[in-house]
């Protein structure tokens, strides 16, 4: 038996980069306004830092405005972030690893 999960790439990547080291900094990124209370529950956040190494985080859903949302999280070191939606992901805590997208 296979086991296989759909992640679907929810806009682009953004690159974020700084002069500002060792310090965390909340990071939110705008959903699309398509994305629904129900998927909400199972978008990750895929970092890709600059030296090489990744990690994901849950995050968590903020307002940014009136009918648009965010995902907000916290970094130690600004890279590359990707929004990541899998409907086989129910998220109840927050995730380390996952395998870099190639």
Do not use: C
Not at 27 to 47: G, N
């Amino acid at each position: 038996m296979t086991n296989t999960t759909t992640i679907t790439v929810l806009g682009n990547p953004v690159k974020i980069e700084t002069n500002l080291q060792s310090r965390s900094v909340t990071i939110t990124l705008p959903l699309p306004t398509d994305v629904t209370a129900e998927k909400m529950v199972s978008i990750l956040v895929y970092i890709q830092h600059s030296n090489g190494t990744t990690e994901v985080k849950r995050g968590r859903v903020v307002e940014l405005e009136p009918g648009i949302k965010g995902i907000e999280f916290e970094v130690a070191h600004f890279s590359t972030f990707t929004l990541l939606y899998s409907p086989d992901l129910k998220i109840e805590e927050e995730v380390n690893t996952l395998a870099p997208i190639s």
